[in-house]
């Protein structure tokens, strides 16, 4: 079945404490991307990477870090997370970036910070 | 930038009552237009697109047509369902011939639809 997977889905944790969410995807797409999900907000984007060793910056990627060292796998880093990063964080996916492609998500992973 | 104006929320509807979900856009080129539904626990599920000037998406009894006279790509449903209860997102992407913000989604706040029986 084609999907994009996240672990875990849920995750409580303290300020300072490092933390990984893992992505991974199944269909070959060379475009991942990271969105936090905040009430009022809507999704915004917080790192992308358009294929393997090709990361960038989206609209809000303080106090995140990815990497792409494979193509199926696009982890999103939390070195010292902070309370005001408590949010639902999706990983998304297409064959390519943007145009008339559609973006699969991930299930969600829910983030508390306290 | 680009930006994604949605119709605010919550909305509740009886059940086969007309749904209409406003959606406009500020956009450079010509994007391509979509809504995403995302239903209580899961991620975001394209619902439908559209990607020039008078298209029209449909998918599941719901329509959406990409006016660009009025930056608008408003959803519809002609008789919603309990089933059809979800959060819905307008989002854009930027045209592939432009190449302008090919990178990312621009999403809209989210609208929260519950249908009640």
């Known amino acids: 079945e084609a999907q994009v997977t996240q672990n875990p889905r849920y995750l409580i944790t303290v300020t300072g404490k490092k933390l990984t969410v893992t992505c991974s995807q199944n269909?070959?797409?060379?475009?991942m991307s990271w969105y936090r999900q905040d009430p009022g907000l809507g999704l915004r984007q917080i790192y992308y990477?358009?294929?393997?060793?090709?990361?960038d910056k989206g609209d809000v990627p303080e106090g995140y870090k990815v990497s792409r060292k494979e193509k199926r796998n696009f982890p999103l880093i939390l070195e010292s997370p902070s309370p005001n990063q408590t949010s639902l964080y999706f990983c998304a996916s297409s064959p390519v970036a943007g145009g008339t492609y559609e973006q699969y998500f991930g299930p969600g992973t829910r983030l508390t910070v306290t | 930038g680009d930006s994604v104006t949605q119709m605010e929320g919550p909305v509740t509807l009886s059940e086969e009552a007309f749904l209409t979900i406003n959606c406009t856009y500020t956009a450079t080129g010509y994007p391509s237009l979509f809504w995403y539904v995302q239903y209580p626990g899961e991620g975001l599920q394209l619902l439908l697109k559209a990607t020039k000037a008078d298209d029209k998406g449909s998918n599941k009894g719901f329509e959406a047509t990409y006016r660009k006279e009025t930056t608008s790509f408003h959803l519809e449903k002609g008789s919603v369902q309990v089933s059809d209860s979800a959060v819905y997102f307008c989002a854009l992407s930027g045209s592939l011939e432009t190449n302008f913000g090919n990178e990312k989604l621009t999403f809209g706040t989210g609208t929260r639809l519950t249908i009640i029986p």
């Open positions: 269909m070959n797409h060379e475009y």
């Open positions: 990477s358009m294929n393997v060793e090709v990361t």
